[in-house]
């Protein structure tokens, strides 16, 4: 690890690899010969061009992306996108929703704006302490598409199946906080997107990956032009200004992530850091986990210690050692590792022994 770089354990924006931060600072101040930075240049012009047509390309050999799929680079962040998916797939106005969590309820309820919106499955119940199995999803036949948050940033749960929905219903996942973290079978979704502060780059982008035989029911007289996914696909995202550098530094970390060997690789490695965790977890009673154990997201780890005082200890002392970002969510309290694909190994090594060493020092 570099020098003064510290285990950041935020849930997004959230940790780069360093060799891609050390690319991006190499070509800073002259990117390819142009003598010019990325943002100081025009997303029209030939250097640009091919930084985007690569980014496109190694997204499509990263996640294996069948050729009737269309790649999207857009800007405002996967919350624009809770409105945009009703906006570009509502054919009949019905839609069905899995809410197992903030960012799925959210989406929930924005597309109420936009018609009959079935709950086809909810854990609020429990506080969202897990995803649902299949024979739980109650989804209709007629919907326009079934809607999943694949996992749960917040809460700390994640599928670890490909739900189906009945025949010609089109499954869509929010991937933004695990995607890139495993091979996922694209031809099961109808669309994927995710934002890219989490585990694919710096926020101002968010990719979308959309089975073109579902473009076009975009009623384009009555919404937003920049909200149509057909008419971004037909211009190659740029119908307007892309988010230039962020794209660029995407395709930074997907050369990374190929280089590290692909998705494989870096699912051996969110299992290995999420199984260490989990492992330890498990085998104490000074903490407790607070996701169900089946739905254990691999990206974010919840637990607690019960005590809040002693929780809010543990976030301070973490922060003092070089661990940051450690405080949970204030919906769930207690504290949240989050270790996505750029998280050394060691810098969970170092939170399971600062967490034995901290339950020692402070047996309830
Ligand atoms: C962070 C997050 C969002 C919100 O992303 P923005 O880019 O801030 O709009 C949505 N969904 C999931 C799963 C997230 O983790």
Not at 28 to 37: A, D, H, Y
Not at 150 to 179: C, K, L, Q, R, W
Not at 205 to 212: A, G, K, N, P
Request: charged share 20%; glycine share 8%; with cysteine.
């Amino acid at each position: 690890m570099a020098d003064n770089r510290i285990y950041n354990f935020s849930a997004g924006p959230s940790m780069l690899p360093v060799p891609v931060l050390e690319r991006a600072a190499s070509e800073m101040l002259n990117c390819k010969g142009s003598g010019m930075s990325v943002m100081e240049m025009s997303h029209r012009s030939k250097v640009y061009d091919g930084i985007i047509k690569e980014t496109e390309a190694a997204m499509r050999r990263v996640l294996s992306i069948p050729d009737n799929y269309k790649v999207l680079f857009l800007q405002g962040g996967a919350t624009t996108q809770f409105a945009a998916v009703p906006m570009n797939l509502m054919k009949s106005g019905k839609a069905d929703y899995a809410v197992t969590g903030n960012f799925a309820n959210l989406a929930y309820k924005e597309a109420l704006k936009f018609g009959d919106i079935h709950v086809a499955f909810s854990s609020k119940e429990g506080n969202f302490d897990r995803v649902p199995t299949q024979a739980e999803l109650d989804i209709r036949s007629d919907a326009d598409y079934f809607y999943i948050c694949a996992n749960n940033t917040i809460y700390g749960t994640e599928f670890h199946y490909d739900p189906e929905a009945p025949a010609g219903v089109p499954v869509v996942a929010d991937m933004s906080s695990n995607i890139l973290s495993k091979p996922v079978d694209v031809s099961k979704y109808g669309v994927i997107y995710a934002g890219a502060q989490k585990n694919m780059g710096p926020a101002g982008v968010t990719v979308v990956i959309v089975r073109e035989d579902l473009l076009g029911a975009y009623p384009t007289e009555k919404y937003p032009t920049i909200l149509d996914w057909k008419l971004m696909a037909e211009k190659d995202s740029m119908y307007n200004t892309p988010p230039t550098y962020g794209i660029y530094i995407l395709g930074l970390v997907l050369a990374w992530v190929e280089e590290m060997g692909g998705v494989t690789a870096m699912q051996k490695l969110a299992e290995k850091r999420a199984g260490m965790l989990y492992d330890y977890l498990d085998s104490q009673d000074f903490y407790q986990a607070v996701a169900e154990t089946e739905s254990r997201s691999n990206m974010n780890v919840t637990f607690r210690t019960g005590d809040e005082e002693l929780d809010a200890k543990f976030a301070k002392e973490t922060a003092a050692l070089g661990m940051s970002n450690l405080k949970g969510h204030r919906s769930v309290g207690g504290m949240r590792a989050s270790i996505y694909n750029a998280m050394p190994v060691e810098g969970v090594e170092t939170l399971i022994a600062f967490m034995k060493k901290f339950a020692e020092e402070n047996q309830k």
